[in-house]
Nanobody
């Protein structure tokens, strides 16, 4: 069983920073690409950022480019999302996801989510 556990969410003022972590575990865990998604109240879940499991090939949602950075520590099986210059519109539940195939359209595994609230 693969498990993804997010942490690091919280309440922050606009302009502040947070770092989200996603710890991956499981005997059969083997993924090629990791991603972060978010879902705001009343809205559909949306892509935020992704990175190859071995690092590199990062891509971001346009509205977070220059503010968010995705990174990975293979030794710790952990993916991070550094979020700077946060805005109220970044408020959402943030989810970590993993997929086995880089070319697959959908992700295979999902975490339970962590709440990020940005106050104005």
């Amino acid at each position: 069983q693969v498990q993804l556990v997010e942490s690091g969410g919280g309440l922050v003022q606009a302009g502040g920073s947070l770092r989200l972590s996603c710890a991956a575990s499981g005997r059969s865990f083997s993924s090629n690409r990791m991603g972060w998604f978010r879902q705001a109240p009343g809205k559909e879940r949306e892509f935020v950022a992704a990175i190859n499991w071995r690092g590199g090939n990062t891509n971001y949602k346009d509205s977070v480019k220059g503010r968010f950075t995705i990174s990975i520590d293979n030794a710790k099986n952990t993916v991070y999302l550094q979020m700077n210059s946060l805005k109220p519109e970044d408020t959402a539940v943030y989810y970590c996801a993993a997929k086995k195939s880089m070319t697959a359209l959908s992700y295979d595994y999902w975490g339970q989510g962590t709440q990020v609230t940005v106050s104005s």
